[in-house]
């Protein structure tokens, strides 16, 4: 009864937001090509693919948590020769970052709606060693039938917010019974392992070892290397300060582009570069670009043929995935989005570690008199 309760209250919330499943199709085309995958829907070419070996199931909800599960891949590598993996991630962005990183050995495929016939399917198909999860994605249905065909689950760098944590305890009733079985939890700090108990999850099996994205090493030389070219392309060179808004939301860009035109008049060669959140709002963030009557240039239009780059542009906007972190290393001044029209800020870890300290000097020194 505890199931056919969970899956008709899943199949209701499912209906109800297939409207929004329909709009970001309809926004992102990326999100629509692969979206049968999340009902199992694979070409027989994955098909052939998936049989041809057994993997470590390794699932990352987006850029960020992919950004660690590469990492932490890598380390698993490490030694074994013979470790590869079937990535899942729900987001378009966080495949579109796994298609480029990811070993010729490994299969990407879009996150699996967690209906029972689906995911009992899909694990059929995958057959996975092992089961890994990043932060707190926490599926009753993928858990239970992982749990029903032996494959040992672990959940990493986990995380509860207050607001899941609340949410959460409303279905204790059944959480307990997918969070007991599993094999090892490793959360992020204290309060997630006491919250991850009071949740179902052993204790003997749940530990609190801080979070990944501290572990991870500034921007690789490529990343670096790569944003610091195209900057100087540009004329976005060392004599420059750049201020640069990374993972921004609706409004934040118009604040900081009237920002950087009143900056522009004590600092003349400052630069802003933008990164949105969400790489299709780029039209709209052009379009408060061109309202500033600033020159800019949209990275995805730079080398291809036929399009019109300005020789000097001011304002740099990027609208591809996977290239924040290089450019982090190149900035003056770094705005992390969603702290202004939302709530909660984006990771505030990766400027953190990806700006040099010679960059946290200059800030002082070029922007004492603006402050």
């Not at 992982?146 to 040992?152: L, N, S």
């Not at 059944?174 to 392992?193: F, Y």
């Not at 030389?221 to 790569?226: E, F």
């Amino acid at each position: 009864m505890t199931w056919v309760f969970y899956n008709l209250i899943f199949t209701v919330g499912y209906l109800l937001m297939t409207p929004h499943f329909l709009m970001r199709m309809w926004r992102r085309g990326g999100y629509r090509k692969g979206f049968l995958q999340r009902l199992a829907f694979y070409p027989p070419s994955l098909r052939s693919e998936l049989r041809n070996r057994r993997r470590i199931w390794m699932h990352a909800v987006s850029v960020g948590e992919m950004f660690v599960a590469l990492k932490v891949m890598n380390e698993m590598r490490v030694g074994r020769a013979d470790v590869a993996f079937v990535v899942t991630t729900t987001t378009s962005t966080g495949h579109a970052v796994a298609a480029k990183r990811l070993a010729k050995e490994d299969v990407l495929l879009y996150f699996p709606a967690d209906f029972p016939w689906i995911v009992s399917r899909v694990l059929k198909m995958i057959d996975p060693v092992a089961l890994i999860l990043t932060e707190c994605e926490i599926w009753p249905n993928l858990l239970r039938h992982a749990h029903a065909r032996k494959v040992p689950v672990l959940l990493y760098n986990g995380r509860i917010s207050d607001s899941s944590f609340r949410g959460y305890r409303y279905a204790k009733w059944i959480l307990r019974r997918v969070l007991g079985p599993v094999a090892l939890c490793l959360m992020q700090t204290e309060t997630d392992r006491m919250r991850i108990q009071a949740l179902g999850a052993a204790g003997a099996r749940v530990h609190a070892v801080g979070t990944v994205k501290y572990d991870m090493s500034s921007a690789d030389d490529v990343q670096s290397d790569t944003a610091r070219e195209l900057l100087d392309s540009l004329s976005f060179n060392d004599g420059c300060p750049i201020l640069l808004g990374g993972s921004t939301w609706p409004g934040e860009e118009k604040i900081l582009l009237e920002l950087f035109t009143r900056l522009k008049c004590e600092h003349e060669t400052l630069k802003l570069i933008l990164v949105p959140r969400h790489a299709e709002r780029a039209t709209d963030v052009e379009k408060e670009i061109l309202a500033q009557k600033l020159p800019y240039v949209r990275r995805s239009r730079l080398g291809v043929q036929g399009s019109s780059v300005d020789s000097k542009p001011e304002v740099l906007l990027v609208d591809t995935t996977g290239e924040l972190v290089g450019f982090y290393a190149c900035a003056t001044v770094v705005f992390v989005g969603k702290s202004l029209t939302e709530h909660g800020g984006q990771n505030f870890i990766e400027p953190r570690e990806f700006s040099t300290c010679r960059r946290r000097v200059s800030i002082r020194k070029r922007f004492r008199s603006g402050q």
